[in-house]
């Protein structure tokens, strides 16, 4: 009996201590603790804000996140110099605009900071159109840069509906508001007026690009046709300015090595309420058989 209630006891020992090392962990994971490299003590240094993956609204590369950031990098007293470190594909014209102007607008604010791009694996599309707001745009060698260009995808299942047997019956109070449906054969006026509204958006993103790179831009006829270039070419083109890292850029250009962080970063739980958002938002846009949205990709 003696020896039972020992094991029994060491048991509960052993489950308690398990549960408090839980609990522990959950709040290690859900509390969003800082980074003491953005705790800046007026000391001089580099700001450094990520632009990583696809510009969309609600992750981690939104205009929101993007530009709040900045504004706290441009405000803060001991910044010298602001670098955006770009890693991406592209994505919301609307997204990669607000960025741009915002940028443009802090400059204009703070004209005795001057913000670089950093460009590492890719800068393209909307990505690049947000780097064009800066001072200067440094890439490594064998970055790729560019795709200046917009477009709007989707499928179309008609055949497939045919072979099936599947009827679609679309009710409509207004003759375009199907626009585009992917279960309908392709109207070719709404095709056409699609190409409207892309012609203008590219219109746009072409207007940026030739204002931000000024004449440092060596036109050619391919440079807006969606087309990449690697670092090197880009550099030759004046869609860069030359070779560079965020460490390079702090220490040679801004002249202030010290290097703070003021990305926006979410915790677990942020993340993960985030995720289940966008799973949730997936399925419905499936369901539906929504149509591509113009994208800068």
């Known amino acids: 009996m003696l020896q039972e209630q020992r094991v029994k006891r060491r048991w509960g020992i052993f489950f308690k201590l398990a549960g408090l090392s839980y609990l522990v962990a959950v709040l290690v994971l859900l509390v969003d603790w800082g980074d003491t490299e953005t705790l800046t003590d007026g000391r001089r240094h580099t700001a450094v804000v990520n632009l ?31 670098v955006l470190r770009v890693n991406s594909p592209g994505g919301s014209p609307v997204q990669a605009g607000i960025v741009h102007d915002e940028i443009r607008r802090l400059r204009s604010k703070h004209p005795q900071i001057s913000l670089y791009a950093v460009v590492e694996d890719l800068c393209a599309s909307g990505g690049y159109y947000v780097a064009v707001a800066a001072d200067q745009i440094f890439v490594d060698k064998a970055s790729i840069v560019g795709s200046i260009g917009v477009l709007m995808d989707g499928f179309g299942f008609t055949g497939t509906m045919d072979k099936l047997g599947v009827e679609r019956r679309l009710l409509t109070a207004g003759v375009n508001k199907g626009f585009l449906d992917p279960f309908s054969p392709q109207d070719a006026e709404q095709k056409r007026h699609a190409q409207v509204l892309l ?57 202030a090595e010290r290097i703070v962080d003021f990305t926006l970063k979410e915790n677990i739980a942020e993340r993960f309420a985030k995720r289940l958002r ?20």
């Open 52 to 82: 990583s993956g696809t510009i969309a609204s609600g992750g981690e590369a939104s205009a929101e996140s993007i530009t709040e950031a900045l504004r706290f990098a441009f405000g803060d007293k001991g910044t010298a110099g602001v």
């Open 278 to 297: 966008a799973d949730a938002s997936l399925g419905v846009g499936s369901m539906l058989g929504a149509i591509g949205m113009p994208d800068l990709r």
């Open 199 to 255: 012609g203008e958006i590219h219109s746009q993103f072409i207007e940026v690009v030739r204002k931000g790179r000024g004449t440092r831009l060596k036109e050619t006829p391919e440079m807006f046709t969606g087309l990449m270039w690697t670092g090197t070419q880009s550099v030759q083109l004046g869609l860069a300015d030359g070779f560079g890292t965020v460490g390079s850029v702090a220490r040679d250009v801004i002249k």
